[in-house]
C-alpha cells in the first residue's frame, strides 16, 4: 500500500469521528454512539472496523480481551483529502464554487461567518 491512506467511506467516516472525538474505544462503546444515528447491527461495526485496520484507516490493539481501536489517521488530514476530492470531482477544482454552495446549502452561523472572514483576511494579499 501506498504511504497515504484511502479516503473512507461513510461509514468509515462516521467510526472515525467517533474515535477522533472519544479516543480509543471498544466496539461495543463505539456501536451505540453509531446507533444514536442510524440502525447499525454490532456485527456491521465490528467488520468494517477489520476493514479500516486492513486499510490502515483504524489499529487494533489486542493486548485486552475486547481489541480497542484508535483513529491511525489524522482527522484534518482526512477532510482535507475528502475536500480535495470533491473539489476535483464535483465543482471542477474550484473552492470558489465549492464555498458558495455550501453557503447557500446551509445558513453559516455567525461564529462560521467570522472565521471564514478571517480565513479570507489571511489568504487575501492587501492592495497598496
Partial sequence: MSGTSPI????????????????PQTVRQIHPALRRKRE????????????????????RDEAERSHVYRA????KSVKRRVVSDLLDRVFE???????????????ASPEDIRRI????NEQTPEEK
Fill in 8 to 23: 473512507p467511506s461513510n461509514s468509515e467516516l462516521e467510526i472515525l469521528h467517533v474515535l477522533w472525538r472519544k479516543g
Fill in 40 to 59: 447499525i447491527g454490532y456485527t456491521t461495526v465490528l467488520k468494517t472496523l477489520q476493514v479500516m485496520t486492513e486499510k490502515g484507516l483504524v489499529t
Fill in 72 to 75: 491511525a489517521v489524522p482527522e
Fill in 93 to 107: 477544482g474550484s473552492a470558489a464554487n465549492l464555498v458558495l454552495q455550501a453557503l447557500s446549502a446551509k445558513r
Fill in 117 to 120: 472572514r478571517k480565513l479570507l
